[in-house]
Structure formats: C-alpha cells, structure tokens
C-alpha cells in the first residue's frame, strides 16, 4: 500500500441530519476516515455521533464557515437543503449556496466532491429546484475540484409526504399524467453511490453521475406497487397544475415556490430525464416494493391504529393534505 492511500482521509458533510448526509455520515464513521460536518444544530445529530465528528456550527451558504470548514478536507459531500414553502426565489436558493461553496473550495483548494443534482441536464429549462441543481453545478465547476454530480432521480421519500393521504383516502396525486414513467429512485441508494465516490482517491475532472433507481415507473404504477405492499386501495389521481398551485399556497408556500414545484413536474413530464440514459451503471437495487415496505408500511399501520382509537371521528384531510413534492 502506498503512503498516500494509508493516509486517513478527511471528509466534510454538509446537512448531516437530512434525508441523505445522515446516512453518508454513519458509513463514514471508521478508522479509515476523519468526518467532519457542518450544521446550524449539532444538537440534532445522535449523541453518539457528536461524539465521533467534528462539529463546525453555521450556515453551509457563508462561505467564511465553509472555508473554515474545508481546512485539511480532501473529500467534501455537498448537498444542497430543499428549499422551505416560503422560498420567493427557488434559483436563487441553490445559488446562494454554490456561490458560497465554490468560494470557500477555490480558496481551500479542497480536491474532491461529490454533489447532490438532478436529472435533465442540458434539457430542463424552467423546472424549479432542478435547474437550480444544475445552475449550482455550473458555479461548483468553476472552483477548480474534481466533481462528481450525482444526477438524481425523483426520491422515493417525497411519498412520505403523502403518506397519510395514501393511508386515509387512498389516493396519491401530483400533477402529472400517471403513464408517464420517469427514474424513482431511494435515498439510501443515492447515499451508497456518494460514498463510493467520497471514498475514493483514484478519480479526476468533472462528471455527471446519474442514479436512477432499478426502473422507470409511472405514478400509476408507483400507486399499484404501494398499494400491494400497503394492502389497501391506492389510486393515482392527476392534478390540474393550476389547483395544484391553489392548494399549495393556501397550506403557506409562497406562491413563486408553488408554481415552482408545478413547472418542475411540467419539465419531468416533457421526459427531461432522458437528458442521461439508464445505464446499468446509473441503475440502483432498492426497489419501490422492498422502499415501500421499509420505510412506508409502518406509518400506514400507525396510522391504521390511530384511526381506530379515533373511530369514525378523525378528521378529513382532503386535498389539504397533499404532497408539496
Ligand atoms: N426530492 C427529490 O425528488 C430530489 C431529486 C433530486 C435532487 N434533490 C435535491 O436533493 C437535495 C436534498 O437532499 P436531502 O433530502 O438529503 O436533504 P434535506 O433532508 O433537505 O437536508 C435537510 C438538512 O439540511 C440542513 N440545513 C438546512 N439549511 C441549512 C443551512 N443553511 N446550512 C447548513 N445546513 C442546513 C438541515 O440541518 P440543520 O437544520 O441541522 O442545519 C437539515 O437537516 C436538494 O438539493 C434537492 O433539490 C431532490
């Protein structure tokens, strides 16, 4: 073995409690490796973890904490947090951040990152927070480290946030046609693919990665699939873009962001993800089924008893509880 590759390898991860930096981070805790993370709240990571990483408290979008942070890092995991309700300017949110990384990596000279992106590179033109993924992978590229940009699929997890209207009125909706098939694909997956990068020295340049998840699947066969595992009636219902943006604004999203969220599933419907070709490569293993049995079936049995301690009295949640992804 080299010198060079005996040396234990400093990583940074920013949002190290969201959906997909909690999980880069467990993998990351052995000898091989020294993690590093930036948070607003270190009282929001497990203490058993606070007691394995370095801890630099602040914001991932000021570039002072970031450079602060990048000190001595060879490998940076940088993802970029989803944008709140309230967001005015989705674009300007990812530029925000990547402006401030990209300062604070050029001056760090940090080597390596792995970014979080989306598909539809080079064909989304107007889709939300995916072309700010990618305006972000464009700003990232200028500081001078290898990149890998890890193009997304759509994440499984956004079911969750239909969840209970999945397990009390049976119906899933967005608006978009249910034949269209578009890469689903789950976090977990994402999370082992950043990994194999992060953890790795041999690599150079910069490249689009895409991860698609095992297959393609419509919204109506996501319901199919969901409604097997769940064992109880699940329908895909389409809805009209514009009733879309009026239920999400009456919930508190700022009505830029709402009609954000809308163009993003007009440019998917468009098939922007055929911007990356499935490869077997780009291909991942969780499935909707295995997904959907992990991380979904025990909230629908929660919520199963809970409404059977409420009887006929819970409250409808109507088409106030759909999903804002
Ligand atoms: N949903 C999809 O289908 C999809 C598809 C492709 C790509 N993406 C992209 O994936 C990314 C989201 O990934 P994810 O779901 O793993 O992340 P996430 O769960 O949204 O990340 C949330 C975490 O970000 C941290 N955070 C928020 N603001 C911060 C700030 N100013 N500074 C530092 N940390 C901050 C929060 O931690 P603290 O509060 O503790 O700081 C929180 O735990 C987004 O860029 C999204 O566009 C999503």
């Not at 969201?18 to 948070?39: D, H, K, Q, Y």
């Not at 991942?284 to 959907?292: C, E």
């Amino acid at each position: 073995m080299s010198h060079e590759s005996e040396k234990i390898m400093k990583i940074l991860i920013t949002t190290p409690t969201g959906n997909i930096g909690r999980r880069v981070l467990v993998e990351l805790l052995a000898p091989e490796f020294s993690v590093r993370v930036i948070t607003r709240n270190p009282l929001r990571l497990p203490e058993e973890i606070r007691e394995q990483v370095e801890i630099v408290r602040g914001s991932a979008d000021d570039a002072a904490t970031l450079r602060r942070a990048l000190d001595g890092v060879e490998a940076l995991f940088w993802c970029v947090p989803t944008e709140s309700l309230q967001t005015v300017n989705v674009r300007n949110h990812y530029e925000r951040f990547a402006r401030a990384g990209s300062e604070a990596i050029r001056e760090a000279g940090t080597p390596r990152i792995v970014t979080i992106s989306a598909g539809g590179k080079g064909l989304a033109r107007n889709a939300g927070s995916i072309s700010g993924l990618h305006t972000m992978e464009e700003i990232l590229n200028e500081s001078g480290a290898a990149i890998r940009h890890l193009r997304c699929g759509v994440f499984m997890e956004n079911f969750l946030l239909q969840a209970q209207q999945i397990c009390e009125q049976g119906i899933l909706c967005y608006p978009m046609p249910g034949h269209v098939a578009i890469p689903m694909v789950a976090v977990a997956d994402i999370a082992d693919v950043a990994l194999r990068w992060l953890a790795r020295r041999d690599w150079a340049g910069i490249m689009g990665v895409a991860v698609h998840g095992p297959e393609d699947l419509s919204y109506n066969q996501a319901a199919a699939i969901i409604e097997l595992v769940l064992e109880r009636p699940v329908r895909y219902r389409e809805m009209p873009a514009d009733g879309y943006v009026r239920n999400l604004v009456r919930s508190g999203a700022s009505v830029h962001y709402a009609r954000s969220l809308a163009a993003r599933f007009a440019e998917l419907r468009r098939g922007i993800t055929r911007a990356e070709p499935r490869t077997p490569e780009s291909t991942t293993p969780t499935s909707l089924t295995t997904w959907t049995e992990s991380e979904m079936l025990h909230i629908a049995e929660s919520l199963s008893s809970q409404s059977e301690l409420v009887g006929s009295h819970h409250p409808s949640y109507g088409m106030k509880n759909f999903s804002r992804l």
